[in-house]
């Protein structure tokens, strides 16, 4: 077998926290960057750096000084990431006590008492590691029982290292909604999220998980926006309705909507990378000429910022029996319905749509029309939560426009939605 290759903890684009100012941080924001910190350090360094900052701490502190000489000879590995990871912190401007972050202590669920300040933690890790220094020392462990004592460094997981990875990569969407919260800014305008993301190398998996995470700020503000009718809601219901509206009584309708639209944008960036990753990944290896290779030549758009919206895997066209696309330069949704429709839907050969070159093959001309969207990005995100073809008919008809023919030209302005 090949040797595994060593996995490396440390992410690409994850830098050494800083405390500089955090003392005029609120407390969330301290506790943020306090939890995220120790994991950094946890996770990217290891005993002999923990001891190494523990002697430069000790060197600026008067009561222990003194005992630096004692602590050099003392092993690494009595140095753990906990106490390493205060005294970095300590030197790189993190302050000995916290008031703000006390009082968001204090006020989490499951938290009793008053934090006490980071120097008696360190007094308390110091003073252990000296007495168990002073204790007698065992007896050195022959050559063979430190062959059987060895203890196989931790290796965090690859979900692990993605949680981490995540959390560095989505730091400027959480700063964006704080400043928002803040009143430093008024609106999203100036964020590109899309953009962002492509710069700090997000790929499917972080993608995955941002959108995941944003999905329920998502929701909660379309239940304050969209609220249902109070006749047919239970109890429960009403309850959650009055807990949102008390919740966000401090904000305009204005900032509601800005606030939900960034949130729209956040989760159509995660789509439109999940799509990028889709779409440049390679095509598996078949004996016959697969739908890769059919619609290979096919020119679409990936993802459209403006109206939030991703195309789906280009090779699911093949042998699908309709297509619904959007062309973003003129606003027109069409469907394309095939001309020699397969009722099994079993993909049986010579069945369904397929391409050639750039254009459609096997489409109806008759049943295939475009029409032409007055409300877009609304009417957009309603066609995305349709996942039946009957569900879609239904919605297509509702769709007042006039309906014109199709030509089976797929363009770099088309978006494919979806198939049936």
């Not at 006490?116 to 120097?119: A, G, L, N, Y």
């Given at each position: 077998?090949?040797?595994?290759?060593?996995?490396?903890?440390?992410?690409?684009?994850?830098?050494e926290?800083?405390?500089?100012?955090?003392?005029t941080?609120?407390?969330e924001?301290?506790?943020?960057?306090?939890?995220?910190?120790?994991?950094?350090?946890?996770?990217s360094?290891?005993?002999?750096?923990?001891?190494?900052?523990v002697?430069?701490?000790?060197?600026?502190?008067?009561?222990w000084?003194?005992?630096?000489?004692?602590?050099?000879k003392?092993?690494d590995?009595?140095?753990?990431?906990?106490?390493?990871?205060?005294?970095?912190?300590?030197?790189?401007?993190?302050?000995?006590e916290?008031l703000?972050?006390?009082?968001?202590?204090?006020?989490?669920?499951?938290?009793?008492?008053?934090p006490?300040?980071?120097?008696y933690?360190?007094?308390?890790f110091l003073?252990?590691?000296?007495?168990r220094?002073?204790?007698?020392?065992?007896?050195?462990?022959?050559?063979?029982?430190?062959?059987d004592?060895?203890?196989?460094?931790?290796?965090?997981t690859?979900?692990?290292?993605?949680?981490?990875?995540?959390s560095?990569?989505?730091?400027?969407?959480?700063?964006?909604?704080?400043?928002?919260?803040?009143?430093?800014?008024?609106?999203?305008?100036s964020i590109?999220?899309?953009?962002r993301?492509?710069?700090?190398?997000?790929?499917?998996?972080?993608?995955?998980n941002?959108?995941?995470?944003?999905?329920?700020?998502?929701k909660?503000l379309?239940?304050?926006?969209?609220p249902?009718?109070?006749?047919?809601?239970?109890e429960?219901?009403?309850?959650y309705v009055a807990?949102?509206k008390?919740?966000?009584?401090h904000?305009?309708?204005?900032?509601?909507?800005?606030l939900?639209?960034f949130?729209?944008?956040v989760?159509?960036?995660?789509d439109g990378?999940?799509?990028e990753?889709?779409?440049?990944r390679?095509?598996?290896?078949m004996?016959?000429?697969?739908?890769e290779?059919?619609?290979?030549?096919l020119?679409?758009k990936?993802?459209?910022?403006k109206?939030?919206?991703?195309?789906?895997?280009?090779h699911?066209?093949?042998s699908?029996?309709c297509?619904?696309?959007?062309?973003?330069?003129n606003r027109?949704?069409?469907?394309?319905?095939?001309?020699?429709?397969?009722?099994?839907g079993?993909a049986?050969?010579?069945?369904?749509?397929?391409a050639?070159g750039?254009?459609?093959?096997?489409?109806?001309?008759e049943?295939?029309?475009?029409?032409?969207l007055?409300?877009?990005?609304?009417q957009?995100?309603?066609?995305k939560?349709?996942?039946t073809?009957?569900?879609f008919?239904?919605?297509f008809?509702?769709?007042?426009t006039?309906?014109?023919?199709m030509?089976?030209?797929?363009n770099?302005?088309?978006?494919?939605?979806?198939?049936?």
């Open positions: 077998m090949k040797p595994r290759k060593q996995i490396v903890s440390k992410t690409k684009n994850s830098s926290p800083d405390f500089t100012d955090s003392q941080w609120s407390g924001q301290f506790h943020r960057a306090k939890q995220s910190a120790y994991e950094y350090y946890r996770l360094h290891n005993s002999a750096d923990y001891k190494k900052w002697l430069e701490y000790i060197a600026t502190d008067e009561s000084n003194n005992t630096i000489d004692i602590f050099k003392i092993p590995s009595r140095f753990h990431s906990t106490l390493g990871s205060i005294c970095r912190l300590r030197m790189r401007g993190m302050p000995d916290h703000e972050w006390n009082k968001h202590w204090e006020s989490l669920a499951g938290t009793t008492g008053t006490k300040p980071t120097s933690y360190i007094n308390k003073t252990e590691i000296e007495e220094a002073s204790s007698p020392v065992e007896e050195e462990p022959q050559e063979d029982d430190k062959e004592k060895k203890v196989e460094k931790y290796v965090p690859i979900q692990e290292r993605i949680a981490h990875a995540t560095a990569m989505s730091e400027f969407i959480e700063q964006a909604v704080d400043d928002f919260l803040a009143d430093k800014i008024t609106d999203f305008k590109s999220v899309l953009k993301l492509r710069e700090v190398n997000c790929k499917q998996p972080h993608a995955r941002i959108k995941l995470f944003y999905e329920p700020h998502k909660e379309e239940d304050l926006m969209n249902p009718k109070t006749d047919n809601m239970s429960l219901e009403k309850d807990q949102l008390e919740g966000y009584s904000f305009s309708s204005k900032q509601i909507k800005a939900y639209s949130y729209i944008a989760d159509s960036a995660c990378i999940i799509a990753s889709k779409a440049n390679k095509p598996r290896k004996s016959k000429k697969a739908p290779q059919v619609i290979k030549k020119k679409y990936i993802t459209d910022e109206y939030g919206i991703s195309s789906i895997e280009p699911k066209i093949v699908a029996n297509l619904v696309v959007f062309n973003c330069k027109k949704l069409g469907v394309y319905y095939t001309s020699i429709e397969d009722p099994t079993t049986r050969d010579g069945s369904g749509l397929t050639k750039t254009t459609l093959d096997r489409f109806s001309e049943k295939s029309v475009w029409k032409t007055r409300k877009p990005v609304e957009l995100q309603e066609v939560s349709l996942n073809r009957r569900k008919e239904n919605w008809e509702t769709v007042t006039t309906p014109t023919k030509n089976g030209r797929i770099p302005e088309t978006i494919l939605i979806g198939v049936y």
